[in-house]
């Protein structure tokens, strides 16, 4: 990409959610002078849009509605939008052209895979990556070496709570599409056993497994090794499988995997499990704690040579892996008690010196439970400060931001931990659409800060999500 731009979901192939001081166009100093300059509100909706991607002066936005939206990145003005077949989760991968054109990627919920032209707005090709019925993208793609990298989740799991419902048959995977017309070159599944009739349950319904895995990250990129890596979910049905709770490092060229490190066992856990009803639906495990990995993974350096794989999951520890050692655990670092809705649940980031990294426990869980903006040292996996917070991690040079479930905006020095500005979104807002809007929970993205300007969403109404809202904000210091 040419210019100051955040790109797909953690602005590079290596997921560090870290924008340079040059891209930023923001000093930390300056943070504390941060002020609001638009507000744009999404029309209808209960949740802001997707990760905010931002190139060559316009900002790329979608929403759970299936609109894809670009405005002017000063202004937010709209340039042109678009309505997909169905809602969208993840943000959008750029890519600059040789001709000077610029293409944009990104997933729905129907798992199908998009290519438009990001000037007009013209879909070039529209693929679907599987066809099973509850199959979702909530990640962006990754684009490398004119190979579109894609990781495949699932609606299956808050599917089963109706007794009458055969759980379980999705697999997650990763599928390889040419970027040129997606094409698709490889697809691996994450649960390698086709799922098979197991018993039934007490209304008589056939129920299948096994099944599970999703993965709900943009997987990371190693150019190094050839390989990419992925975190992946429980088990929706039994039996267990090696691949659940796993990080999972793949070829890039054929989709073999090389390795997988799983660290969570017999995790089987599905949405009919929190149901009245679970025995006669099909809950495998009420007990079971759904440790799923949700944020991608950090490929990091730390000196002498050596890189780890850093990355956090719901369980609330975050582990440092060793990618010549076939994911061997290094360290590990438990940084919140962890659970099916909390611990280290969306994306974190580095400056190369510590991981930054977002917790969430809830309190219906744990009456003692509290967030945490975790700054954790990559060489060794000490804790070195800890302040309060919740949404996905951006790093820009003495600075890291991210969001509250109640809708503050913070930003924390890399120094110390020390909150050097504040905001709350949790309000009403006039925008410069004329849309009626209000901030609310902030979770799942993080801001997005290129060229002066922070970029953020507020409102989520989904896993956790208390504050509903519909709103995108954009701040300076000018």
Same mark, same amino acid.
């Given at each position: 990409?040419?210019?100051? +731009? ?35 509100? !999404? ?6 849009? &997707? ?27 709209? +340039? ?6 169905? /809602?969208?989760?993840?943000?959008? &991968? @750029? ?7 610029? *293409?944009?990627? !990104? ?6 895979? $998009? ?11 529209? %693929? ?20 579109? $990298? ?10 089963? =709570?109706?007794?009458? $419902?055969?759980?379980? /048959? ?14 698709? @070159? ?17 209304? =008589?319904?056939?129920? $299948?497994?096994?099944?599970? =895995? ?25 039996? /267990?499988?090696?691949?659940?709770? /796993?990080?999972?490092? *793949? ?41 799923? !990995? ?34 061997? %655990? ?52 000490? *804790? ?81 999500? %208390? ?12």
């Amino acid at each position: 990409m040419v210019g100051p +731009h955040w790109n797909g979901w953690a602005n590079g192939l290596t997921n560090t959610r870290f924008q340079s001081a040059k891209a930023a166009g923001l000093a930390a100093g300056d943070v504390s002078r941060l002020q609001l300059k638009w507000a744009f509100g !999404f029309p209808g909706a209960s949740s802001a849009g &997707t990760q905010p991607v931002i190139a060559g002066g316009r900002l790329y936005v979608a929403t759970a509605e299936g609109e894809v939206y670009v405005l002017d990145a000063k202004t937010g003005c709209v +340039h042109w939008t678009l309505e997909v077949e169905a /809602s969208i989760r993840s943000a959008m &991968t @750029l890519e600059q052209r040789m001709d000077g054109g610029l *293409l944009a990627y !990104f997933g729905d919920q129907a798992a199908n895979v $998009y290519a438009i032209d990001a000037k007009v707005g013209k879909v070039l090709w529209k %693929i679907n990556v599987d066809e099973h019925p509850h199959a979702a993208i909530t990640a962006a793609p990754q684009l490398y070496n004119g190979r579109l $990298y894609v990781s495949v989740s699932s609606r299956e799991e808050s599917q089963v =709570g109706d007794p009458r $419902y055969p759980c379980c /048959s999705f697999r997650g995977s990763v599928v390889a599409l040419d970027a040129k017309d997606g094409r698709r @070159l490889w697809k691996t599944y994450t649960v390698s056993q086709t799922p098979v009739p197991t018993v039934k349950n007490s209304a =008589g319904t056939q129920l $299948y497994g096994p099944a599970g =895995g999703a993965i709900w990250n943009t997987p990371t990129i190693d150019i190094k090794r050839n390989v990419l890596y992925v975190g992946t979910g429980n088990n929706f049905a039994p039996p /267990s499988t090696n691949r659940s709770d /796993s990080l999972v490092a *793949l070829d890039l060229h054929t989709g073999q995997i090389r390795w997988s490190r799983q660290v969570t066992e017999n995790d089987i856990w599905n949405g009919s499990c929190r149901q009245p009803n679970r025995e006669a639906a099909a809950c495998p495990d009420a007990d079971a704690p759904d440790f799923d !990995f949700t944020g991608s993974p950090l490929l990091v350096d730390v000196g002498n040579g050596r890189q780890f794989i850093v990355v956090g999951n719901k369980s609330g520890v975050i582990f440092a892996f060793d990618p010549d050692d076939s994911g061997k %655990i290094v360290w590990q670092r438990r940084v919140a008690n962890g659970g099916a809705s909390g611990g280290v649940f969306w994306g974190s980031a580095t400056d190369g010196v510590n991981i930054y990294a977002a917790s969430a426990d809830f309190v219906a869980a744990n009456p003692a439970a509290s967030g945490g903006m975790n700054a954790v040292e990559l060489r060794t996996g000490k *804790l070195v400060c800890k302040p309060s917070q919740n949404a996905a991690v951006t790093l820009i040079p003495g600075a890291a931001f991210s969001g509250t479930m109640d809708g503050r905006l913070r930003a924390y020095s890399t120094r110390d931990g020390t909150v050097l500005w504040e905001y709350d979104t949790a309000r009403e807002f006039t925008t410069v659409n004329d849309v009626k809007a209000n901030g609310g929970s902030m979770s799942n993205s993080g801001p997005a800060i290129v060229g002066g300007m922070l970029y953020v969403n507020s409102g989520y109404s989904h896993h956790g999500g %208390i504050l509903p809202g519909n709103v995108l904000l954009a701040f300076s210091v000018e």
